[in-house]
């Protein structure tokens, strides 16, 4: 794994405060964009909204300057701008449903208290957890749990089924999505044993053309892991969450070995199990169906690929520039703020905003990676590297889903899509990750052995 021995970089607690004036001023002009054209903008409102807004985001900066002084200095900015457009985008669309579908909604207040309890857990994950080096003492119990956290939907009497996927459980008569807090317990469990047993994976095994492909015997965590992929695809009905958690495993995997033919050999199995279960399981196939097939006439009436279709000619409508924010009808969309809020975005911001988008959540996933770099421990490294692979396939399985470039799933964008475990979770991926890059960007004497 490659490492930085020495680096020396400046605190940057002065470019984070400039760069969150920015997403400020994004997320209340975002807001009052929505307001005006939905003729509610009172601009009493929009200043308490504004003040409570600066309010938490300085609060959020002021505790980075005590407890993470030489944290990473973009990451939280990039994080607040998503977090405050996709708060728009809900509040948009909850007038949309009240204009023309006469139903009330509230998405938009809820989501609001989500986001403040998400920065309320990353806040506590950076005074509470004063090295992540500490977690590694978790690695098994991790694994416990978060495979727990996987099957729990499958748990009669605890488990719901929406649209035909089994990942919710029920919860004082709210719903949850527990794979949200499983991806992080399971990358933790990874990097604890990939930096454990890494010697063993990387050094043995025969040569076929050139790569050294593993030992039989030391195949076994990959099989357990292809084993629960397929488990989350077949009885939860979830191939996002199944692609996930496998692709979070296979690039953990390469990281710790950097031999690619780990990584072949894992998308060969993922291949032969995912179309082996499109032809033995009919809820796979169907899904594989309003995929290939989402234009087709049967396919489409059914309603297989109703919600896809929608969503592409939604964002078709959009085209280069937007219908702009608040003059769309994303409503059209089944699940517009949850599922399909890249196809609401898409549509009322165009290709350049979606694209703005997109830009931020690689710049979020670029610095983890760059953490995974700088950080000296082992398991530092692992960590950094899983939590940005999880970043990145679970925006490209999500956008992926919606542009028909894989079969669509369940998963929810990171910090823009409706949902409250998703935000939570999310949130706590970035106290994870401001936590490792403070480590990573201290001087060697202050780090230690």
Not at 312 to 320: K, P, Q, R, V
């Amino acid at each position: 794994m490659a490492t930085v021995a020495e680096l020396q970089v400046r605190a940057g607690r002065r470019a984070e405060l400039g760069l969150l004036a920015v997403s400020w001023a994004i997320i209340v002009l975002a807001r009052a964009l929505v307001d005006y054209h939905a003729d509610v903008l009172v601009l009493a409102e929009l200043g308490w909204y504004a003040l409570a807004t600066g309010a938490l985001m300085g609060g959020a900066h002021l505790l980075m300057r005590r407890y993470a002084a030489n944290a990473d200095p973009v990451l939280l900015p990039a994080v607040f701008a998503l977090n405050g457009v996709g708060l728009a985008m809900i509040r948009r669309l909850d007038f949309a449903y009240a204009q023309y579908e006469g139903r009330d909604t509230s998405f938009g207040t809820t989501q609001i208290g989500w986001s403040i309890a998400g920065v309320a857990l990353a806040m506590s994950v950076i005074f509470l957890l004063r090295d992540h080096r500490k977690l590694r003492r978790f690695t098994y119990t991790a694994g416990i749990v978060g495979l727990v956290l996987y099957l729990l939907p499958l748990v009669p009497g605890l488990g719901v089924e929406i649209n035909g996927a089994r990942i919710w459980i029920s919860v004082l008569g709210r719903s949850l999505q527990p794979g949200e807090f499983a991806k992080i317990a399971m990358v933790v469990f990874f990097a604890g044993y990939l930096v454990t047993n890494r010697d063993t994976l990387t050094l043995a095994g025969p040569k076929f053309l050139g790569l050294r492909f593993p030992r039989p015997r030391d195949m076994g965590p990959l099989l357990v892991v292809w084993a629960a992929a397929l488990l989350l695809m077949v009885y939860e009905r979830d191939l996002g969450a199944s692609l996930l958690f496998f692709g979070i495993f296979l690039g953990m995997l390469y990281v710790a070995t950097q031999r690619i033919s780990w990584v072949i050999t894992g998308l060969a199995l993922f291949a032969f199990g995912a179309v082996v279960a499109g032809i033995v399981f009919p809820h796979v196939r169907a899904r594989y169906d309003g995929w290939l097939h989402a234009l087709d006439a049967d396919v489409y009436s059914s309603g297989t690929s109703y919600q896809l279709v929608g969503g592409m000619f939604g964002m078709a409508s959009g085209g280069l520039f937007g219908t702009g924010l608040g003059e769309g009808r994303p409503d059209l969309v089944p699940y517009a703020e949850s599922d399909f809020i890249i196809a609401s975005l898409g549509e009322e911001l165009g290709l350049t905003g979606l694209m703005a988008i997109l830009a931020l959540y690689l710049i979020i996933v670029q610095r983890a990676f760059r953490m995974s770099i700088g950080v000296r421990d082992g398991f530092g490294k692992l960590l950094a590297a899983g939590l940005g692979f999880a970043l990145a396939l679970q925006v490209f399985i999500v956008v992926g889903g919606v542009t028909r470039v894989i079969p669509l799933t369940g998963l929810t964008t990171p910090w823009l899509a409706y949902g409250g475990s998703s935000m939570l979770a999310n949130w706590i991926v970035v106290g994870l990750l401001l936590r490792i890059s403070d480590q990573a960007r201290r001087s060697a004497q202050e780090v230690g052995p």
